[in-house]
């Protein structure tokens, strides 16, 4: 007996679901036959949802009573995309794209029913269903080329036809993900419901089949194919960001738009696979997969409590006066987390209150914040105190004084007095040693640090610093305050730079290095940049400023040879001196010198932060790299690069 055959018999009645395979199950409710994909956390396509989907599309084709077929996604969303997982293994058959054209070649519509995140692979599954609704919150995006590879199932060649060239072209070579009013407004879904998608999704089928709805299948349509002009492709090339230059996954994603405007849908598709197959097996696509599973990796540390920040909205105390406060709360607002701020000084509080508030309305007014009422929310979620027993109801408590030993320690001491064993005290610094500023603690446990890279509130990374007392509590708390800022957390051991300045140290002295040895601070900063490095390393000294750098090159113990050589380099103003880093041509085999003296400087120490325990893990130390210090996320980190550098050398 067929499998059609079997479920068809079946579910004639009201009926359980059946399942096709461990991640995919079916149910026929009335005329309707529901596909449900259910791989948490993301579903994204394993073997076993592809191999599920196509049986259930096959049986529901055949299925009598079915008059349409709805897709849809268990648990928190539509699939996510392909299961990265699998890249690098031989493709194991039913391919995506086979599926895909199965369900588009169905004779009955296909409903993709969209909540939570359709993006790469979903979306493609979604792009070859007839039809599109999705739940006001979904996002929906081809964010392939982040990951090294381009759409691999039709996204190419479907979502030009559906959104126009030059959408498609934003939306895929530069990884933006569209809400879910922007994808109705642009013709990517037919509706957008705000609640209860089930039910929709079977009033949407019911009229589908009702009004006997001609069957949309997007490999037809041709309207929106022509690009505003001939040179769009090129132009948008030549003015993708700086990240995106030199990233093959972005020229291959631009070329095979171009072929869906140019050539016939089956040849674009065959397009699309080649250059898929190319992009995996570049070392960009293994590096930027590296950094993508690094990443999330790096939330989870030997002792990481989950679930350490209770209740939806937790109450985090800000105390002391330095620059970071104002920054600090208004992204801590903004990530859904009260915020309490404190001050002695009634003036002080006021101003620094209406400081925060501010920020917040310069934010709304550029879009960050969505609505009036949200930003009315955000700031409801702002109090105030000048009376330091407030905070003791605080599940942590962020001290923001400038970063020196005595004022640190002060307010830390001060603060253990007042909270509860389970608050986090958490002392802002790059440079002390957290160590020292708990031991004034009455709960050196309590005590962990944290290291925000310049300018705060951009980049990306923030270091969770633990002394030998720091409890796995008060570091889970510091991490999940992180991802709240939407930034990404390395648990580092308390030492002289922590993970990013004590590596930085080591590359910044192997770069003044190689200036005594007469190259010029032009030329390094050059070879660098054109690495890929978002600075120069003495662009970076400029842009950091010169007595930060000094700071970073010294360390701990203070003034030192070469913090004082940087800056006597500086105020002599040679030529060969600093700075005068634009325009500059060297030599390929100097600047492929250059880079390898410096990286491998820098990923020589990296190695011996990890023998000494300071991190968990060399991965660690290459995303403090990309997200903190301007290192190409496709080259990896220094680490990865000195081992890809290394193999390719050796073989
Ligand atoms: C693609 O689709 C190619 C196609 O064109 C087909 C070609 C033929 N695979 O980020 P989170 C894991 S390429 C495997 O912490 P969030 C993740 O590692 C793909 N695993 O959650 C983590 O595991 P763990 C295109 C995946 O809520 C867990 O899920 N799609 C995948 O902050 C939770 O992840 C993308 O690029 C995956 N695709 O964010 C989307 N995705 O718990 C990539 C996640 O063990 N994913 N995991 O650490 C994302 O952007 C975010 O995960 C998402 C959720 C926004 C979905």
């Known amino acids: 007996m067929s499998e059609g055959t079997a479920l068809g018999t079946q579910l004639a009645a009201p009926a359980p679901e059946t399942s096709f395979s461990s991640t995919v199950a079916a149910r026929i409710d009335a005329n309707i036959g529901f596909i449900y994909i259910d791989n948490p956390p993301v579903n994204a396509l394993s073997h076993s949802v592809r191999s599920g989907l196509s049986a259930a599309v096959r049986t529901f084709s055949d299925a009598p009573g079915v008059q349409a077929i709805i897709v849809i996604g268990k648990g928190q969303t539509f699939p996510a995309g392909a299961d990265i997982r699998e890249f690098g293994r031989p493709i194991e058959e039913p391919a995506l794209n086979a599926v895909n054209l199965s369900i588009e070649a169905c004779r009955k519509p296909v409903i993709a029913a969209i909540h939570g995140t359709a993006l790469g692979g979903g979306l493609e599954i979604a792009l070859a ?74 009033r949407f ?78 070392p960009q696509s293994a590096a930027l997969q590296y950094v993508f ?64 508030v501010e920020r917040l309305e310069r934010l709304s007014s550029k879009g960050r914040i969505a609505s009036r009422q949200e930003l009315q929310s955000l700031t409801a979620a702002l109090e105030v105190t000048s009376e330091a027993a407030s905070l003791r109801h605080c599940t942590a408590v962020i001290e923001v004084e400038p970063d020196m030993l005595s004022s640190k320690s002060a307010i830390v001491g001060a603060l253990s007095a007042l909270v509860g064993e389970k608050t986090a005290l958490i002392t802002t610094t790059a440079l002390l040693s957290v160590d020292e500023i708990a031991a004034a603690s009455r709960r050196p446990a309590n005590v962990v640090g944290m290291h925000f890279f310049i300018p705060a509130s951009t980049m990306r990374q923030v270091e969770i610093v633990r002394t030998d007392r720091s409890s796995n509590l008060a570091a889970s ?13 390395v648990v580092s051991r308390d030492c002289d730079g922590f993970v ?13 290095a190689i200036l005594e040895e007469g190259v010029p601070a032009a030329h390094i900063d050059a070879a660098l940049r054109d690495f890929g490095m978002a600075h120069g390393p003495f662009e970076l000294c400029d842009f950091i400023g010169l007595d930060l750098a000094q700071r970073i090159l010294d360390g701990r113990s203070g003034p030192g040879e070469t913090g004082t050589k940087l800056i006597d380099l500086q105020r002599a103003g040679t030529p060969d001196g600093m700075p005068a880093h634009a325009g500059t041509s060297i030599p390929k085999i100097l600047a492929a010198a250059i880079v390898e003296r410096c990286l491998l400087a820098a990923a020589a120490e990296a190695k011996r932060l990890v023998a000494e325990g300071i991190v968990s893990r060399p991965s660690d130390v290459d995303i403090v790299w990309v997200n903190g210090l301007g290192f190409p996320e496709h080259c990896g980190g220094p680490l990865f690069w000195a081992t890809q550098t290394t193999a390719s050398v050796q073989r």
């Open 500 to 512: 990013g300045d004590r590596t930085l140290r080591a590359y910044l002295k192997e770069a003044i």
């Open 205 to 282: 089928a019911q009229q589908v089949i009702a009004e006997g709805r001609p069957l949309r299948l997007v490999r037809d349509l041709q309207d929106k194919l022509a690009p505003a002009s001939a040179g769009v492709f090129d132009e948008f090339e030549s003015n993708l960001p700086a990240r995106l230059r030199n990233r093959l996954a972005a020229t291959r994603a631009i070329r095979s738009v171009r072929n869906a405007a140019a050539l016939p849908f089956d040849e674009g598709l065959r397009k699309e696979r080649e250059y898929v197959e190319e992009c995996k097996a570049s």
């Open 129 to 202: 269903c007839h039809f599109r609704i999705a739940l006001a919150s979904a996002r929906l995006g081809l964010p392939e080329v982040k990951l090294g590879v381009i759409p691999g199932a039709g996204g190419t060649q479907r979502l030009p036809r559906l959104i126009g060239i030059e959408q498609a072209l934003r939306a895929i070579a530069t990884s933006r993900i569209l809400d879910a009013a922007e994808a109705l407004q642009l013709g990517l879904v037919d509706a957008i419901v705000a609640d209860d998608l089930h039910a929709h999704a079977i």
């Open 477 to 489: 708390i510091a991490v999940e305050l992180s991802r709240r800022l939407e930034k990404i957390p």
């Open 293 to 356: 599973f690094a990443e999330r990796a790096a939330f989870k540390f030997d002792g990481y409590i989950a679930g350490a920040l209770a209740g939806p909205e937790p109450l985090v105390g800000i105390a002391g006066a330095g620059a970071l406060r104002t920054p600090l709360a208004a992204a801590l607002l903004i990530g859904g987390c009260r915020v309490l701020l404190f001050d002695q000084n009634a003036r002080a509080l006021s101003d620094a209150s209406s400081a925060i």
